[in-house]
């Protein structure tokens, strides 16, 4: 991480707080999955009005929350499960007052104004309705992307997160396939699934490292409700990002039974022959894409205990035409002609496959009234089959399987201490296996003519290869409400234990400029080459283990300085400590540089203080909002894993050039002797 140390001062006084906070309470967890209700109830001349019991129903499962406004007539009802609400508000010799339909979304703040009129009689007055689109509190920089866009909109591959294009200063980001927000590299970012870390900590994507031309997604697009987008000045409960954090919450049984089915069909049977095929008398080119899939969610105990489940798959096939061009001066002599030939025979065109098959399952539970548990378990499996290289000099040698295999199991618990007391514990257990493949065991070479590649054959030269991250990840967070304060403090704590296969160049890798080296087998000519890889003495070679350990406390306050000034205050720490590499190198010009390969240097300066002021004038419908902060982004375990494994001992590269180098297709079991 790269980072500055805050003001010591603010920093002593913040972080005295923070841990004040975490010795009173058993602490909450950061990037909640939830939102908060609150507001001012006030009598027709304005004045506030304390005593007043402000009872919250989810309007689909039945929770109740129940409030008292303060001396200041202000209430406040924090980690409310997304959805709408009915806000009922009694008060003796006041008539009832009730608002229906109130639409909270994930990670939002809605601050209400309920006036109550005085009543000599037994009356009560109901209003039904959308709920303020102005949040008066909120100083962040966010958006959110409700359930009615993530229903109907239209997106190519069903990616949820591409709805996130939508939102103010994001693109794609050209150089990964991910989504950059405000120029920043995609790596950067952080995705958040109902709380829980759903990224990628070695190649500092997301979990399955979806849309980056591989898995398509991790989770269904029907299975999501909602995401918020929080892409500057955000508070101290979000981190671990330079970038945006896109917090996520899927779905969830109510009351009424609901579910859905759903196809989309694309096919070649459906689409004309393209021109080039056209002119070449070729039929049409392998085409098939079909997404079909559907989900179910109800009660299995009316107001107390709810499912959820979704499945999504997924069929799809792509052509990889393969093109042999000769340049027109190729030789003609008995050699060429008989590579020629050769490569024709390997030269066939292939398909690519992207199939995949994802479910969730979630339940809720109303365990008591003050505790809430939900458990969510998503399962992914993807083949992608010919996906690990391609392009129309790449030989079906030259590829193998690109696979995908995700599983994350999520709980929350939120726990009600009292009113103005609340709790939210989270753990998560995840895994991500991406194993590559390869479709021979030849090794890799490139067979060149006049400068011009005309195929490569062989093993990729980095496959099989595979990366594995295990993660447990435990976190805790607590909400104390005091007059205008509502304080949170909490801590993250996650353990991603990494395993990294990557055998660059292991199987050896032929490169000949003329198609009659190549068949002679021996690339023995002007810049020709042999190259093969291997595994230092008492090292383990190109496997890896980049362990990532990574700690975080925050502590936050929502101060409501008058009625139409909010200020949001608050500091983070993050700690990034990765696993020291096993060997050092013994060269005694490093040693004299003081340059120790066996020793990484921890950051601990990541201290990110935040501010936001938000102002909202009584009567006005707009808000100003002013925020700073400092932010950290993680460090991808992908460069640590090179310094453990490129360090001139654990691998070995070795560049073999004229009588050095074997005959085609052998390779040396071991390294030369010599060299």
Known sequence: MVGSIAAGRLRRVVCAAAIFSMVVATLARAQSATGSIEGMVVDPTGAVLPGVTVTIVNQGTGLSREV????????RAPLLPVGDYSVRSTLSGFKPFEQKDVKL????????????????????????????VIETSRSQVSSTVGEAAVANLPVNGRNFIDFALLTPGVTRDVRTGDISFAGQRGTLNSLVVDGADTNNTFFG?????????????????????????????????????????????????????????????????????DAINVLNHRAKSPYHYNQFGGSLGGPLQKDRHFFFFDYDGQRNTQPNDVILTFPADTPSDAATLAAKAQLQALAQSWTRTQNQNVFLIKTDSQLTGNERLSVRYNHQNFNGANFESGGPQNALQHTG?????????????????????????????????????????????????????????????????????????LADAVTWIRGEHKLKSGFDFQFDRILNFFPGNFSGSYTFQTLASFQ?????????????????????????????????????????????????????????????????????????????????????????????????????????RAGYG??????????????????????????????????????????????
Request: proline share 6%; glycine share 8%.
């Open 68 to 75: 008292v406004t303060d001396p200041q007539g202000l209430f």
């Open 105 to 132: 979304t994930v990670g939002q703040t809605l601050t209400l104004r309920i006036e109550l009129t005085v009543s000599s009689i037994a009356e009560a007055v109901t209003v039904s309705g959308q709920s303020p």
């Open 205 to 273: 994507q997301t979990l399955g490292r979806t849309g980056s031309g591989r898995a398509p997604y991790q989770f269904s697009q029907d299975a999501v409700q909602e995401f918020q987008v929080n892409s500057n000045a955000y508070s101290a409960e979000f981190g671990r990002a330079g970038g945006a954090v896109i917090n996520v919450v899927t779905k969830s049984g109510s009351n009424e039974p609901h579910g859905s089915v759903f196809e989309f069909y694309r096919d070649k049977a459906l689409n004309a022959n």
């Open 401 to 473: 399987a690109s696979n995908v295999f995700t599983r994350t199991l999520n709980a929350s618990l939120t726990s009600i201490i009292r009113p103005t007391l609340l709790n939210e514990a989270r753990f998560q257990w995840a895994r991500d296996r991406e194993p590559g493949l390869s479709n021979t065991d030849l090794p890799e070479a490139a067979v060149r003519q006049s400068g011009s590649t005309i195929l490569t054959i062989g093993r990729n030269f980095f496959s099989p290869r595979e990366t594995t991250i295990k993660r447990a990840q």
């Open 520 to 624: 002679r087998g021996a690339p023995d000519g002007a810049n020709e080459r042999y190259v093969q890889a291997f595994p230092g003495p008492g090292t383990t070679g190109a496997t890896t283990h980049p362990d990532i350990n990574e700690y975080s406390v925050f502590a936050q306050d929502e101060w409501r300085v008058t009625p139409s000034v909010t200020v949001n205050a608050g500091l983070r720490y993050d700690l990034q400590k990765f696993a020291q590499p096993q060997i050092r190198h013994p060269d005694a010009q490093l040693a004299s540089a003081g340059i120790d390969t066996s020793f990484l240097k921890t950051d601990t300066n990541n201290w990110g203080p935040r501010i936001g002021v938000a102002w909202s004038p009584a009567g006005q419908r707009y808000v100003a």
């Open 630 to 675: 400092l932010f950290f982004g993680r460090t991808p375990s992908i460069m640590v894993g090179t310094a453990h494994s490129n360090n001139g001992i654990n691998v070995q590269t070795i560049t073999f050039t004229g009588a050095l180098v074997p005959t085609y297709p052998n390779i040396f079991a071991s390294m030369p002797t010599g060299v």
